[in-house]
């Protein structure tokens, strides 16, 4: 994917194949690119809830103070990593968890609080029918996530198993 192919525009994103809901093995294609909609401004809270439920109490994602005396912060507060990659929508229904994740660049603003647009997109790098569940297949695909000036934030690779919407064929 080049730079060139990355929009902010809602229509573009949509057209692009995105789903509210997740997709079927058969409705994956091989290269395909998923500009998953809507895209989403983490804010303070977002990073606090987010904190709170996963139990990550790091101080450099909740302290002020903390955050402005470590030289990992750049002196201003971090959301937390997981959570830029869960706000994208679902390609799966049932998945196999990350593989190989990558965070590019930490979500701050000059405030301290996380303000990006996370704009999430998903490439499909293969495809194959599941060996030991005959109901599902399995899909490999590379996500990138993008802020609001398309910098990329975070990419993962992960193998998904999706259930097949017709399993006897």
Known sequence: MSDTDFTTDQREREASGGHPYGRYFEEFEEGAVYKHWPAKTVTEADDHLFCLLTMNHHPLHINDVYAAQSSRS????????????????????????????????????????????????????EKKASQSKPDRGVVKVHTRVLNQDGVLVAEFKRLVLVPKQNPGQ
């Open 74 to 125: 750049q002196r201003r507060r971090r959301a937390a990593g997981l959570l830029v990659g869960a706000g994208h929508e679902r390609v799966r229904r049932v998945g196999q968890g990350d593989r190989e994740p990558r965070h590019r660049r930490a979500l701050t603003s000059q405030s301290g609080v996380p303000r990006d647009t996370l704009f999430v997109e998903t490439e499909v790098l």
